[in-house]
């Protein structure tokens, strides 16, 4: 029996290809890590870079690392302050610190040492507040079973002259030096924004760029988070490494 050719096999072939090509590109799709924030990265007046990932607090959770934050495929930052393995930042989920058990040193449970600044988010209420605490014990929320605490310093972004106040009595480490910075703020829209800078920057200067511009036309309150080398992001759009050190706790968005 004769088989019949295709009356045009050139534009069959070329369809074959192109409809194969497009398969290709919807698997890829398919397993692309998914991410729930707007990446934004900003150039302010006085030379400071800033990346940020812009998201809502259902979005975020806190997490224990023990490596570089390369070394993870979340996306996120760095988060509050560490000594050796040890978290001194209160990082705390529903009332369970990212690192141990609650009321045990170095597990996210304190800011050891000073009553810092820490961002809440109280999920039962739905808001945002920067609360001046040693431990997330004192931290006020309207069910204990819904929020995140994230410590660091307080940034004061509504108060100027008490800013630098604030950043003495709680103890803000190197803050008239140029080193990388990273923060976390919230804005009056209910978006939380994840911040890293790779400038060398005073606090100041770092301070100054977020009000100036970051969502300049929103009021913003937040905290400082640890910097230099620890002043790390991963993002689909980006990766600022800082000098590769291991962490110990990330704020992930989902």
Known sequence: ?????????????????????????LWGSLYEVPHAYRYVRAQAPNGVQLHALAAKPEEITLKALAGPLSAYPEYGINGGFFYGADLLSIAVMNDRPVKGDPGKYGSGWFNVKYPRGTLVWDGAAGTFSVQVVSSASEIQVSDRRRYFAQGGVSMNLQEDSRWPVAAKQENLPFGDEKRLRSGLVYDQSGTVWLIVTPTHCTAAEFRAAIQGSLAPDLVKEGIFLDGDGSAQLNAAEARLTGDSRSLFQMIVVR
């Open 1 to 25: 029996m004769l088989r019949r050719k295709p009356p045009y096999p050139g534009i069959v072939s070329a369809a074959l290809l192109t409809l194969g090509v497009l398969l290709l590109i």
